[in-house]
């Protein structure tokens, strides 16, 4: 055994350093006010396990696309995933009340992340072949990387006024790392109860693409904050035959409104309404 001397600084310094993490790596992701980290299953992270997920997106109770979920490892990386998502057309060529509203061609979207739920960069693709009946061929690309806190958006637009690039203005990113993103669903949230409240950065590439600002030069929407609230009651949603008790999240205070459906048990996404206007609702089941 070694000396007294020895032992109580090693006491000491077990206990300054973790003082020291909790301070700086635990508190600041359970403190109120502060949005949940990003989820990585364990099967994710021990080997990419995880199946793609599939959901219907219904517009009027119609199909209007098709989409699938995944998280995928980073090449050459052990510790960092892509969460993505990516929006198809169906096979069903007769859905024409909302295609009329919008033909999207494609849209893919992906959060690069730490295994502890940091976000580290993110990136977009959405093509347009036409908007309310209208040609309007248009493809915009978004890529941006987290560093000391600050997330830096890019981004490239191709459309009949040939190719711009524009840089949106630098989004503080919480320490959990989390930025809302409506049209990438996450497969789980965990650390919710009910009434809890929170801030958090809003970026949304259909919107952008949207925006008139784009084609004139300008970004005018698709970016900001929200505040996410968790309602007080617990509601059943039907899901696979079942009822399952879910808790319900609404993200409200930009552009474009949210509610998202969390089953209680085991912090799955089950559905997500996102409120384009007062005519177009996407229905993500």
């Known amino acids: 055994m070694p000396p007294r001397l020895i032992s109580v600084m090693i006491v000491m310094l077990f206990i300054v350093a973790n003082t020291s993490l909790f301070y700086t790596e635990i508190l600041p992701r359970i403190r109120s006010g502060l949005p949940p980290s990003f989820n990585v299953d364990l099967a994710d992270e021990a080997g990419n396990l995880r199946p793609v997920v599939n959901w219907k997106v219904l517009v009027r109770g119609e199909e209007f696309l098709k989409l699938r979920t995944g998280v995928t490892l980073v090449d050459n990386q052990e510790d960092e995933f892509w969460l993505w998502a990516e929006y198809s057309q169906p096979t069903n060529a007769g859905l024409k009340p909302a295609r009329d509203f919008l033909g999207l061609k494609l849209m893919r979207n992906e959060f690069r992340v730490h295994r502890d739920g940091d976000m580290l960069g993110l990136q977009a693709k959405v093509q347009i072949e ?61 650390g919710l109860y009910p009434g809890r409240t929170w801030k958090q950065p809003f970026f949304d590439p259909l919107s952008l693409a949207f925006s008139s600002g784009v084609a004139q030069g300008g970004l005018d929407q698709g970016t900001g904050s929200v505040i996410a609230k968790v309602r007080n009651d617990i509601v059943d949603v039907m899901w696979g035959g079942k009822k399952i008790p879910c808790i319900i999240i609404d993200y409200t205070g930009s552009d474009l409104e949210s509610t998202v459906w969390v089953g209680v048990q085991n912090g799955m996404v089950i559905r997500q309404k996102n409120r384009l206007s007062e005519s177009m609702e996407w229905d993500l089941i």
């Open 130 to 190: 036409s908007l309310r009946g209208s040609d309007f061929p248009l493809t915009l690309e978004i890529s941006g990387e987290v560093s000391n806190g600050l997330l830096r958006p890019e981004v490239k637009v191709d459309s009949r006024l040939g190719e711009r690039t524009f840089k949106l203005e630098s989004m503080d990113v919480p320490v959990s790392g989390s930025v809302f993103q409506p049209f990438l669903p996450v497969h789980r949230v965990l």
